[in-house]
Each structure stands twice: as C-alpha cells, then as structure tokens.
C-alpha cells in the first residue's frame, strides 16, 4: 500500500466541529428485574463457584460489565479533555497504559487513536451519551458490552497461569500495575492488564471476547489446575 | 520467531503479534482508469523478492492493529528499521552500500596491512 | 527375567552417586541395579552390559561410546506400559529411577530383512559391501512408481524405536519466558556468566541439560591434578556460585533443560525434563494435581550466552565401533562422577594432553593402563609428566591403528604413524585391553549457534569450527568457555567473565564487581591435529573405521562419495547420510570433514563448513504440543445459544473456529431426512437460524458512505436511513473476496455484515485502505460480531410470530423488505433487519449478547403454534441455492469476478471513485466470453429414482464426454443438494462461457466410469421473481 501523507488533524478540526455526529445510539440494557432475570454471562456454564483456600490461582468473572469501544484522534482539540470530563478520568496517551477509578471506571490505552472504556454495566448508556456530548470531530463510541467479559486473575501462581499461555512479558518490571496490552494468548487473543498489586499479590484482568470465552475459560483452568482454583461466583 | 518493535506501541513484541502484509510502498495509482493494463498489472501483481534488504507492509494485528513498515533483511532475518505509515525508511539497499563503500575506504585508508576480508563464500 | 548381575566395574568409592540407595531396572527384560545419581547408561556399565544396540545400517553390536548428548548408540527404547513407550532415549542423559525399564531398538533388523528380500533378493545377506553410500538412492531410483512401496519399508528400516500405540497419559506444557540473559550450559563458563549477570540485577536464566549443573566441574575427581578455583576445589566453588544464583529473585535455575534450538532474534526453546528423572509416568504434585512431565520453555532473550563446552572427538581407526571403545571424556567422567570402571585394562590413544586425565583416573581407580598412545612425538605437559611419575607406559608419534574384538574389545593393534604421509611407520604392536579410549581433540558445540544460519567457522589454532559470533544471524549471541574455543580453565573463566559483563551492559545494567577466581596453573602443551588414523591397508581395504557411530559411515565410505564426484561436503553428507537425524553431527562431523578434505586433497574450511539445524537432541511430541491437544486443540467458538443447541441434540459444523448448528435430527432422523424436515419448515411455516456468526462491523464517520462507495462494487451514495442494501467486495484484482448486508442506521453511522469466516479479514482489509490510502477519510470502524446475538427468523409465518415479542410495528407497509427497525425484542432493546437469505419473509433479530439465548427460548415459547423449527447450516445452503444465492467461499475461489457470477447488477460502473476491483474488471482476461460463470445444473432424469440424484460438490464438467482422456475440463461443481420444495437435486457450478449455454447439456465422468448428465440453467431454482420475500 502506498505512503499516506500524515493527516493533520488542525485541518480538519474547524470543518468537523460543526457537525455532531448523528450515530443511531440505543439504551442497550434492558429493565434492571428484566436484566436479572434474562442475562447470560459468557462464562455463566463454566465458572461455577469452587472453594480452596489453598488455592494458587483465583478465578472471577466480573460479568455485565459495560464495555466502550472508544476511537479518534488524541491530536485534536478539545479530545482528550472531553473523554476527561465524560469520564471523569484522564486518556491515556501513554502507549499500554490505563487509568482506572474506585467508581469502577477504566480507559485503556489500545491504539494510537482507540481506547477500551469499562464502566458498571448499567451506567453504560449514561456513559456513552456523556461521551457523544462532550466528543465532536472524528471520533466513534461503540458499546460492545455484550460481546465482551472480564475474568480477574489473581493468587499466588496468576503470573505462572499467564506465562504458561502468552508471550507477553508478565514480569513486574516488564508489566508493572496500570499496564495494559491486546495479547496472543493460548491459541486465542484477549486484553491483558495489572489492575492492582497489593501486599505483593497481582490481580490482572483479561478482557475476553465471548465467543472465545469457553475455550479461554477452560485454558485458564486447565493451567491453573496444578496450583488449585478458587472462583469466586 | 521475530522480535518486531511496533513504531505507534514503541516497544518490540512477539512476531505472533503481527501479520505481514507484502512488499511495502505499492502506491495505488491515483487514476486507475488511466493506467494501462500493463501499468495496472504492475501495481496488482508484481513484486520484488530480493535476496538481502525488503521494505515489507506488516500489521500489529494483535495491539494496535496499525499497519507500518519492516526494513528486513530476507537472508539474515535482521530487521533495520521499522517505520510509521507515510513515512520513508532511512535504510535502504542503496545507504547500505553506500556506507559500506564509505567503511571499506576509510579501511584501506587507514591501513593496508590488516584487511578485513570477511566471509567471503556464497 | 531372574537374572541379576551384581555391579563388578563399579569402583570403591568416589563419585557423585548415592551408594546407600539402590534402583531397580531392567534392560530387555533382564533386571539390575543402579545407584541414585546414576544415568542409565552409568547403570548399565556398572552391570557390565556391553552391547545396547546394533547399528542401523551393519547390524553391529554398539556400546556406550559416551557420557552426555553426543552419546551415538545407547539410543533406548523406555517404558513398562505401552501408553508409556518413549523411543529414542540417550541413555546417557536419562536418570536413573526404580522400575525403569528400557529396551534396545532392535525392530529394524527384522525390517532391514524385509526390505532385502523383497525388492533384492539376489543380495540374499546383510549389509557390509552391498549396502554403500547411497545405497538407497542408487537401488530405489527407478521405476518411479514403485517408490511408494519401497518407501513403506525403507522408513521402517531407518526408524529408531517405535511410537507407543495408546495415548500418552502424561501431560506437557509451555511457558513463555522473558529474560535478559540466556546462559545456556552450566560448566565453569556458565556459572560464571551467570553470576556477574546476576549480581548486576539482570534477569537470568541458566540451564544445563545434565541432571546436575556444574557441567565439567562435575566430573572433576578432586584429586591433586584438578584446579583450584580461589584456593577451592571445584565442587565447592560450583556449590557456593549455585548457592548464590539460587538465592536471587530474578535467576530461574533449569538442570534436565536442554536448549534445542536457536531462533532468530535471540528466540531460544528449552527442553525441560520435569519427571522423566522419576518414573515412567509422572507422579501427581504436592496438591494431587496432575503435572507437566516436560515443559518446552519458549525463552526471548536479551543476550544469551551459550557455554556448551566442547565435544571430545574420538579417532578414527579400524573397528573403532567395537564395544570397549570410547571417548577418552566419557571415561573419565564415568569413573569420577559414576564411580564406574569403563572395564579393566585400558589402551589410550591420544593427540593432546587433556585426554590423559582418562588414564590417571583409571590408574588411581586401580584399574590397569596398559598404554598410552601419543600421535606426538615429545609430548610434555603437566598431565603427561603425572601420567609418566605413575609409570604409565607412554607409547609416542603412535596411535591405535585397529581394534580386536567382536562383541567387546580384547585388543589394540598401536603403531607409529606419519600423520603427514598418512600411513603406517613402524612395526605394529598387539596390546591385550578390554578397552580402548581415544582422543582427538575437542570441538565446541556450536549447534545452537548455527541454527539461524550462521555459519561455524573453522579455526586453525582450535582445530575445529567456532560460532560465526558477530554474524548478522547472531545478534546479542555471545559464547564463552569451550564453546568458543578456550579450553585452560583460566581462559575459560576470563572469557566468561567478559561475556557477562558485556551482556550486562548490553542490558543497560550497572556491572557490579565481581573477580574472576584465580586458578592454579595448570601446563599444556598444544595438541597435534589428528582425524582419521592411517592403516596398514589403505582405506578401502582396512576393516571399517567409523566416522558416524549412528548413521554407520565409515572413512571408506567418504572417500568412495569423493571419489564419484561429490566435492562439498553438504553433497558428501547427503550421500553417506553423516550427520543426519538425531545424531546432527556431534561426534563425527569434524572427522568426516576431515576424511573427505584429505581425499579431496585440501583443508578443512576448503571442504565447507557445517551447519546444524535444530533440535539439537530430539524433543517429544507433546512438549512440542504443550497442553494445545484434546479439547484445547483449538479455539471453538460459540454463540451466546450455544446451550440450547447442545440440549436440542444438534450436529455442529466447523466454520472456521465457529461451531455452528448444521442440523438438528429428531429422533433417529439422518441429516438428509433432518435436512428435508428443515428446509419444508421453513417454505411452508418459519424456521429460525442462528446467524450469530456472521462478522458484524459498525461504522461511523462524516465518509462511511464514501468509504463504502470505494470498498464495496455497488453503489451507496443514495442508501437512506433506516435502509439496507447487499454489498459486494472484491480485490483489486477484480475477484470477489466477500460479501453482506450492510445498513444505513444514522447519516454517519452504518452497521456493515461479512461472512462468518470474513470477518476479521475484512476489518483488516478495511483498515488497510483506511491507514495506507485514504486516511483522509472521516471513518472509524469497531468490530461488534460477539456484541450482537442474531436470530433469522424467516418463513411465511414470520411476521405473526415475530409480532408476539416486539414492539415494532411489522405492517408490510409500514416495514418493508431491506429495512431496519429499533424497539424492544421480549423486553430486550435491539434491531430488526428486514432482510432474506432464504427467499422467504425473514427479519433477522438482533440483541445484545448477554441476552441471546433468553430471546431465542422466548421465540420458541411464542412458536409452537406456528411450527417454528430451528434450522442449521445445511438447510440454509439448500435455501440459498435454491434462490440461487451465492456463498462466497463455497461458490467462489478467488477467481470469480461479479460478473462470472452473473451479479452484473451489483456492480456500479458510473461511481465516481475507481472502486476497489473496478480497474481490473476492464482487463482483458476479466472480460473473456470464456470465463467460468455461474449458472445452475440439474441432473438428468431417465428413470424413477433419479430425482435423487445429487452431483457431487467439486465435481469437473465436460462438454463431450466422449472425447479421448485427458478430456477438456470446462467447469466444476460448486454447491450441489437435494430440495425436497423442488423435488430433484440440483447444482450450482461454473462452466465455460456458461451464461450462453442455458438449456444445453453438460457431462460429469464419475468415479466408477458411469457419467452423468445435467442440464445448464439459470441459477435461480425457486421463485424466481422474489416474490415470497416481499409479502
């Protein structure tokens, strides 16, 4: 493919202010009792609850969640801010990075000009219009919080279980907490992230898309399985 | 398995990463319906395959998902440069030889007694 | 079974065994014991088992020549089950454990007979004169036909043990590492590297494929010959550096890992044997879990520093395979680390001093050295004053010429040779031995180094090949120690030193002090190059001097490939088949190198030079598998309806990583039968697929129009909101690559479907055209296949069914064919798309994920009353093509354009922009009248019954069956059902120039020499004019 020139985002950010993007949003989520009662998690068959406190590995699904594909160009004015004020956390502009809140709100640096928003599954919505009110020019919010889920890694061994399944560098000084990547992982890809390390104990989070869910599912407990599994339900 | 630095993650990462792509800087002629049909069978359907440097198209299909570019070297597997889409790379066959002309100058400059003949079998 | 020998050759005391634990084993069926710390093979020469083999080409007996990698015969066969069979075990490298039980590969003789007498039974006996180099390719050249059945025997005859027949109960994993050092080999120069890494804080990784680490250390005896390392022997110093890399957080310590082979970019695997040192099968973890009986370490490095030492390599010389005849190393390193005696009278034959450790540890061993032969004529060195003060008989400018013996050693035959004038000087001398150790000097295991294509280079000083370190291929590769050539342990010790201090830095550490231990001299004096041993015959006439223990090459036959032409020595190798297999050359490369430059009448770097390839020692299958077998073989992908289908009893095709319901049989129902049930559902009541699969993009941006315009064949510019319109997409070469619906959900917001198996290729591709061509463009694409679950509900009840759980107003005014709506789907916020793969009225249902499966139970809950049935991936091809829809994929091959695919409507001439594909449509070959194009088939019907009849998918179509064979083939098959709706079978195919040709009749040669008959038409079977969509 050719050389594309460089796109300077100042010469297209007057002529794009103007127009707001018209892209068809829903309200995703249904009744809060419709929700409880209808909802399947991806990993609902697998994850079935196991006891050990012994146990290397600690395997949780955090189900439900409200996930946001978020894309543009940092370069333009006014982008960065925006995201700050819908989210109330700053972008990430640092490459594999991501900022995370007590609120349960993250932004994930993926790309250049695409970050990974998780927020509680029922704000959501709320988030995605807060971002189209605030965002203008090129930019695309996408919801994909059915096509998603996240499983917490966490114990003693959560470091082996990774390096048995990625090539991804999961060694503290290589992927200290706040560091997040796209991963080959098994046969499969998903997000990888340190979220936390307290009192020496990493928790990552694998963002996992759910048709791949029961085969990574079974991967992570079938690598988890020589140090015991706790999943917490 | 390559180790390849992705120049918009700016770190290097597993070749299972990344995807390649072809030959690097096939420009799509800007008026197609002007080309004529050698011209256009130029552009679809032949390509170098050099023994030595190769401007390559790779994507970082698991990451960022950018294309860019790879200066590698198809013998050695040696990889000189990686280079963002638009951009032009800074080594190519020609700098190459340039500077290695420039070294074995300076060389034979500098002393005649001790030259450096290298491996010279195919 | 009875028999137990008790240990004769094993000495007093010494040794690095336990001599208070004894364990149980048996070799072909005969028990013994070993001692804790044993290998198998330091077992078996305890019991004085001499012959573990015969060799795979002669038949002769083989021992152990050996104590490490480079071991070419003691190859075993391991396990007391047959799920637990391992072949190709080196005896050398496998621990002892109680019950092991190990066989010898004898199958091939029985295989080697075979082969004879079927194909040659004039040869009538075995091996020697009628089985020279390339014996195999000069027999089994012609006829080319029969190569196939020759080939069956040949493989059998050339195996090395057999495969086991159950599957294996052990389980194997991998584990990707990441380090900043690699040292790879644990003897002095390892340990040392590793330490000034370590201290410096870099992360490291040592391995080391012996049991134990400490490489050469290990087999020094302790006596006052060794070295001392700071005024410590060595075991102690290994002890406390061990002690000290143990110690720290970021030094992983691998013993039993073997680094296999070297990959581009400092990209190393290691082979670590995790249980093989316990039990046959391994034993459960401390928690009762299972655990990985090896593990391939997949290790990126920053800098590896490979330490490998050097391999001793013997001399060549008259049945220098006999049993009793070894490496001078082996012998040592048997005796000071196993505690074992190789036998009891032995003859040396040497070209250096280091060698001469062989026969001090034997003297003080209290064993007899009969001789010590000397290729040099003075030799002087420290070992060779101590071997002189024992009053070792010296024999100089000598060397042992020929072995005596069949099944063991009784003899050497030593005389004086002129190495220049290659023969025979003096008189030749009868020594009676059971042993013969030889020594021709030490090549430095550059395998690994070699790997990426790097090649050795020979040095003159060494006299063997080096690593080719600065070489393009070995970039952050460093060697040390033997490996590169230094052999004074003070040499090795400063040279490991600088390579960890520069691997330190290249690692951008502060280098922290370390002091190289001093040693306590040691005197050599330098070595006299000595390869192949001359004879009183000439070569080939002599009795047998081996070259390659494992490939059974000797000298002769070296010099016979020189002799018909075969120069390089890659050509030389081939022909005699040196070096192959598992063996790579570790014993007898350099001496074959040898051997072929003195035929050659040149030097050895004039010969070539030699490359390995990896795995340097064979490698099991299921390390190489890791845990990527059985049900994690692959990904398999599901739906957010997978449960049900399962609990429905549904058969799953693969598409792609997908499993997808592809029917479901009610009771004893075949597919065909399940197939026909679905597809009458469907045209007669409703039916609903789950289309879950299909790769969904959304796309957004002031140019997504555009943008559609240049990536799609057909026209966008005037698609309003709320509609959808079918896209077509092509290379730019004018071939179709996919297609879908796409929907215009907002001015600049457009929801874009691919085939199930396009997807990621297609937002690849998008982003392609986006980031290299046209970034000019306002548009943004997320992929969102997983976020919507999809149900195509579609028959001629669909739209009452569909009213009892929306909210959508589905009045056929109000929402027409090729819209889209959003509203509450049971309660549940999504879209309905107006659209048809099937002919009927459809609308395709689509809801977050998460909610999928609740949707599809409720449409079944709301369907009974209108028949719904569920259909699968079969039924819904039938539909298709009974409407003549195309499956990209199925129906195309990358060579079709719209055109030969008669969708001449789907192609936008008159867009502005020179869509993707455009150009290429006006290419001469693009518009041949000759192309294949798409039309249907059906089946002639003669007589009752053949309306059965179903072409076969992939079947080649002739215009004139009658024509001589090769007949012109001018199409094929590619979609090809029964349709209970229509009756008969019928087909879609390509055919020459088909469109032109509807009505004629077109042949198909079948298997069995019957041809059938099909009739061309248009490829449109089934209401024809649409109608039964738009209702």
Known sequence: MSDATTLD?????????????????????????????????????????????????????????????????????????AVEVALGLALPLTS?????????????????????????????????????????????????????????????????????????????????????????????????????????????ELVIRRSFADYLGRWLLDASEEFGVCIKA | MMHIFCPYCGELREEEEFHAKGQAHIERPIEPEACSDAEWGDYLFFRNNPRGIHHELWIHAVGCRKYFNITRHTVTYEILETYRMGEQPGITAETLAAEQLAQSAAASAASSTTQQTGDARP | MTETRTPSRRTSSGGRINRETSLNFTFNGKRYQGLAGDTLASALMANGVDVLNASFKYARPRGLVAAGAEEPNAILQLGSTESGQVPNVRATQQALYDGLEAHAVSGWVKSQKDLMSRFLPQVGKLGGKFMPPGFYYKTFMAPASLWMTYEKYIRKAAGLGRSPLENDPDIYDHLHQHTDVLVIGSGPAGLLAALVAARSGARVILCDEQEELGGSLLSMSGDCLDQTLDGQPASEWRDAVLAELAACDDVLLLPRTTANGYHDHNFVTLHERRTEHQADIAPVNSRGARQARSRLHRVRAHRVIMATGAHERPLVYSHNDVPGNMIAGAVTTYLTRFGVAAGDKLVLSVNNDHAYRAALAWKAAGRDVVAIADARSAPSGALVEAARAAGIRIITGAAVIEARGDRRVTGARVAAIDIDGFKVTGEVEELVCDTIASSGGYSPVVHLAAHTGARPVWSDEVHGFLPALGAPMLKGFDACGAANGSFSLEDVLVAAYASGVAAVEACEYPVADTIVPAVSALVEAPMLPLYQVPHDKPTARAPKQFVDLQNDVTAAGIELATREGFESIEHVKRYTAMGFGTDQGKLGNVNGMAVAARCLGQTIPDT???????????????????????????????????????????????????????????????????????????????????????????????????????????????????????????????????????????????????????????????????????????????????????????????????????DIDLDRDNFKFMEVREGMIADIPGRIFRISFTGELSYELNVPANYGQYVWETLFAKGEKYGLTPYGTETMHVLRAEKGFIIVGQDTDGSMTPEDLGMQWCVGYNKPYSWIGKRALTRPDTRRDDRKQMIGLIPRRKKAGDERIVLQEGAQIVFDPDHAIPMPMVGHVTSSYYSPTLGHGFALAVVKGGSARIGETVFLPQADGSTLEAEITAPVFYDKKGARQNV
Not at chain 1, 63 to 74: E, V
Request: charged share 20%; proline share 4%.
């Open chain 3, 608 to 806: 070539g030079t030699t490359v390995f390839r990896p795995n340097y020692t064979p490698v099991t299958f299921g390390a190489i598998v890791g845990r990527h077998c059985g049900a994690l073989f692959d990904p398999m992908r599901y739906t957010a309806m997978q449960e049900w289908h399962v609990a429905q009893g549904a058969k799953f095709e693969d598409v792609g990583q997908w499993k997808r319901p592809w029917y479901y049989p009610q009771g004893s129902e075949d597919m065909h039968a399940a197939v026909e049930r679905e597809c009458l559902a469907v045209r007669e009541k409703v039916g609903v697929l789950d289309a879950s699969t299909l790769g969904k993009i959304d796309i957004t941006g002031r140019d997504a129009r555009e943008f559609l315009n240049r990536i799609y064949t057909n026209a966008w510019a005037k698609l309003a909101v709320g509609k959808a319109r079918y896209g077509l997409m092509c290379h730019d070469d004018g071939m179709v690559m996919d297609d879908g619906v796409t929907t215009c959900l907002a001015e600049d917001h457009f929801l874009m479907t691919t085939t199930t198996g396009g997807a990621a290729a297609i937002l690849e591709w998008m982003e392609l055209w986006h980031q290299t061509e046209w970034p000019e463009l306002d548009v943004q694409m997320t992929s969102v296949t997983d976020h919507w679950a999809t149900l195509t509900v579609t028959g001629p009840e669909a739209r009452a069914l569909v009213g009892e759980l929306t």
């Open chain 1, 9 to 81: 985002p100042q010469a297209v950010t007057d002529a794009d202010a103007a127009t707001r993007s018209q892209t068809s949003v829903i309200d995703q989520r249904p009744a809060l009792d419709v929700h409880l009662q209808t909802a399947r998690s991806p990993l609902a068959h697998l994850f079935t609850a196991r006891a050990d406190a012994n146990a290397g590995v600690v395997l949780e699904e955090k189900a439900f969640l409200g996930h946001l594909m978020l894309r543009g160009d940092p370069a333009q004015s006014g982008f960065a801010e």
């Open chain 1, 96 to 204: 594999s990075t991501l900022n995370l809140n007590d609120a349960g709100v993250s932004i994930q640096w993926l790309a250049p000009d695409e970050w990974l928003i998780i927020v509680p599954g029922e704000e959501a919505f709320a988030f995605e219009q807060a971002l189209h009110e605030q965002l203008s020019g090129r930019y695309q919010v996408v919801n994909v919080s059915g096509g998603q889920t996240v499983v917490s890694l966490s114990g003693a061994q959560a470091r082996q279980v990774l390096m048995k399944s990625t090539p991804t560098d999961v060694h503290p000084r290589a992927f200290p907490v706040g560091r997040g990547v796209p991963a080959v992982f098994a046969k499969a890809t998903l997000i990888l992230r340190h979220v936390s390390a307290k009192e020496g104990e990493s928790e990552f």
